[in-house]
């Protein structure tokens, strides 16, 4: 069962599998990088909350940026990329599917304090962004998810892990099928049964 309190996080890890609250939890492993990026964000005033059984940090209303542990690496990842100018070139791709570079990922504990100035510039960006209520331009192929999906994924970060990993055209598929629902009843009961098809990597239409 994933976590909902943040200290949990930082001393167990996310609760999503059997290394949860073990030595072979990735937050055990990158513990001293974790710590400080949890440092960096609340000192530039960032509130503190838990998304998808993970850190995230909120700024005027907005989702800034989440922390997230591996076993080969440790990150931190803007939730609006698309705005981020990345002066220092440091941003990369979460995924193959990920439009715009949206995360600095780090394989050394001692990175974190070493690129803290650039973290809080990078922050500093973000959160002047959410201050303005400045949005990203609309890309004409960019993918609405309907409300009902959102909210599924919320409770639900396996489901929002694989919907993510799916292609474009996947995830265009669930979107059109999910829109065609009269009532959110409807939208959520599809939900349920696309469910092992997103988890499968499978489009709405494949078998």
């Known amino acids: 069962m994933m976590i909902t309190d943040i200290a949990d996080y930082f001393s167990k890890g996310c609760g999503r599998c059997a290394r949860f609250a073990?030595?072979?939890?990735?937050?055990?492993?990158?513990?001293?990088?974790?710590?400080?990026?949890?440092?960096?964000?609340?000192?530039?005033?960032?509130?503190?909350?838990?998304?998808?059984?993970?850190?995230?940090?909120?700024?005027?209303?907005?989702?800034?940026a989440l922390i997230g542990a591996f076993r080969g690496d440790f990150r931190i990842s803007f939730m609006h990329a698309a705005l981020m100018t990345d002066p220092d070139g440091v941003l990369e791709r979460s995924g193959p599917n990920t439009r715009h570079a949206d995360m600095i990922r780090f394989t050394d504990n001692a990175q974190v304090a070493r690129m803290a100035p650039v973290i809080r510039a990078y922050l500093a960006e973000a959160m002047g962004y959410a201050a303005a209520g400045i949005k990203a331009p609309k890309d004409d192929n960019e993918i609405v998810l309907p409300e009902a999906l959102v909210a599924a994924m919320d409770g639900d970060p396996d489901l929002a892990e694989a919907f993510h990993r799916l292609t474009p055209g996947r995830q265009k598929s669930y979107v059109i099928h999910l829109n065609g629902a009269k009532t959110e009843a409807t939208r959520s009961a599809r939900i349920a049964k696309y469910r092992p098809h997103i988890l499968a990597g499978k489009g709405a239409l494949e078998r």
């Open 22 to 64: 073990t030595e072979d939890c990735a937050t055990r492993v990158w513990a001293g990088g974790l710590g400080d990026l949890r440092a960096i964000c609340r000192a530039a005033g960032l509130r503190e909350a838990v998304k998808w059984g993970h850190p995230c940090y909120v700024h005027a209303g907005r989702n800034i």
